[in-house]
């Protein structure tokens, strides 16, 4: 049996991708000494793959998981990887009242969830005290709308309000290092404080999924595995890996892009840390070929789920011999990712191995032009099988 860099090469979108060989031998020893039935499954939540219409599946629409912002695009904190340009996009509710119109609306326009967020204060906390009683309201007027939560720092009454009001997921970043705190966030905080933190919010009952930021310090890796140990200390539901994209930098303090077989050698590393918790790769990470490496990595490193993967991923996985299913789902679901994946284990479409390959070959060599996705590829589910539809958004 071929080993992995010669798997990898048969896959065309990543035949020229360049791979530190020393880490997918080890990746694929880690596999293969794997139990094959606990070997996990890889879910690919991607706007490329062609909609496929079920019951327990919906076709995806542009306001299924828009983010809100109580605070519009102001935070206090200024950090230098943001400077606060990631809240200006997002929908503004700078009060309650705004709050319960705006979530009226994208109801009617189909939302099932959002992302509640806003900026921080000096003390990197978003104020949400004004909004359980409105946040209350919405659960209990539409019980199966999603919320999900950037919670910042909180201590143990905030993250008992939060619970109360009905969140259903809270978010957060774990940082390890504390230069990274003071110098990248402009932070009088600890590390001890992100750790205090995630304590207080694994105590109720809300789904809680951390976050790490790779590269946060200015594109090197710092306190990465320290957050590692953290979360390993307060085991949450499910854990997102993003690679820091500074696009808002200064130039004063630039950020270099994040070596991407270190990258990989900290999936690796949080596969082990963390064998029975789901890691998924979020949607934030660089372009072009360090994506190409990076979702390469990430396949071989056995996370759990990768949102909007580069092409040839999927075929990669296949020729890894891992369980395959594809979630198709639009940029505005990027949000919406965490709860999609800890909600249900076995949502998603599986997809049959062997056909991929083959399907995939043929579409790239009838239309190298063509659009880029998984198109027509054959879905199998239990019993049923179908051609795509045609998708409802593009990467």
Known sequence: MSD??????????????VLDAELVKAMERTFVATDASVAPAINFYTPTFKVFQTSELKGCGKSTWPAVSITGGDC?????????????????????????????????EGAQGML????????????????????????DNFPGFKIAMHTALVDDDIALSMEQS????????????????????????AVDDFEATLESLVATKMKVVPHIVIGLHYGRLLGEWNALEIIQRHLPDAVVLVVVMPFYAPESRPFETPDSHAV?????????????????LGCARPAGMAKSQIDSYAVMAGLNGIAHPVDGSVELAARLDRRVKVTPACCSIAVGDEVMAMDDANSGLDIDLESIIEQERQRRALSRSAERGLGGIRIVTEGMETAGAEGCCSA
């Open 166 to 189: 009905g969140i259903d997921a809270a978010m957060m970043d774990v940082i390890g290092a504390q230069d990274t705190i003071t110098q990248v966030y402009h932070l009088r905080r």
């Open 76 to 108: 206090k904190l200024q950090c230098d990887h943001c400077k606060a340009k990631i809240l200006e996009p997002m929908l503004p509710a700078r009060s309650p009242e705004d709050l319960w119109r705006v979530v009226n609306g994208i109801i009617e």
């Open 4 to 17: 992995w860099l010669e798997r990898l090469g048969h896959v065309e979108p990543l035949e020229d991708v």
């Open 264 to 280: 990989g050698r900290f999936f690796m590393d949080a596969r082990q840390a963390l064998p029975g918790t789901p890691l998924l």
């Open 116 to 139: 509640l967020t806003g900026g921080s204060n000096h003390r990197n906390q978003v104020e949400y005290d004004a909004y359980y009683s409105t946040i209350r309201r919405i659960k």
